[in-house]
């Protein structure tokens, strides 16, 4: 009986320090908005941000331009209203606390996002909110994010968002996750 109950426990210990599946990006668009992408043009990266030049103009947001609707969707997957998952991306601090660590932050499915030409569709972009907070000193390092996901719209000078994200734990990427 001792066996077993040893076999239980590390079998717990094992599921406890399980991580979640990944989610992909594309799993926030509906089927109809990834049908779009797919069939969307390539996109020219032609600009003063592409050349090296950047203004403060604009950042995330999608400014009025002559692109197809799926670059400006804020259409959402209502099965993942609630669900918790665990999303690979980068981010764009916006909040820090007293110790400099990021609180608040926008996640993207690339890097340089903020100076990216074009930034993500709204449906691409999740808030996320980590009170514990986490140092960032490279906004190119990815990061692992998780905990229940919201359907929210978030709004403000940077950027909109479809989702936001109360995260349970938030870490960089490391190269064992590779």
């Known amino acids: 009986m001792r066996p077993l109950l040893l076999f ?6 094992t599921l406890a320090r399980a991580e979640l599946a990944e989610t992909d ?3 926030l668009m509906p089927l109809e908005d990834q049908r779009a992408l797919e069939a969307m043009p390539e996109i020219s990266h ?7 030049t950047f203004s403060n103009k604009g950042g995330l947001k999608q400014q009025e331009r ?4 799926v670059m400006y969707s804020a259409k959402t997957v209502a ?3 609630g669900k918790t998952l665990r999303l690979g991306g980068y981010p764009v601090p916006l909040e820090s606390d ?6 608040l ?4 499915p690339y890097p340089g996002a903020c100076i990216h030409v074009p930034p993500p569709p709204p449906n691409q972009i999740v808030l996320v909110r980590y009170p514990k907070g986490i140092a960032l000193d490279d906004i190119y390092a990815p990061l692992w994010v998780e905990g229940p996901l919201q359907i929210e719209t978030v709004s403000n000078d940077l950027a909109d968002a479809a989702y936001a994200l109360d995260a349970s734990a938030v870490r960089l990427v490391e190269e064992g996750d590779l």
């Open 79 to 81: 099965a993942l209203n």
């Open 8 to 13: 239980f426990l590390l079998l717990c210990s």
């Open 46 to 52: 032609d600009s003063p941000e592409g050349d090296g």
């Open 105 to 108: 932050f926008f996640l993207v």
């Open 25 to 27: 990006w594309l799993d």
């Open 66 to 69: 002559d692109m197809p609707a």
């Open 98 to 103: 007293a110790k400099g660590n990021s609180t």
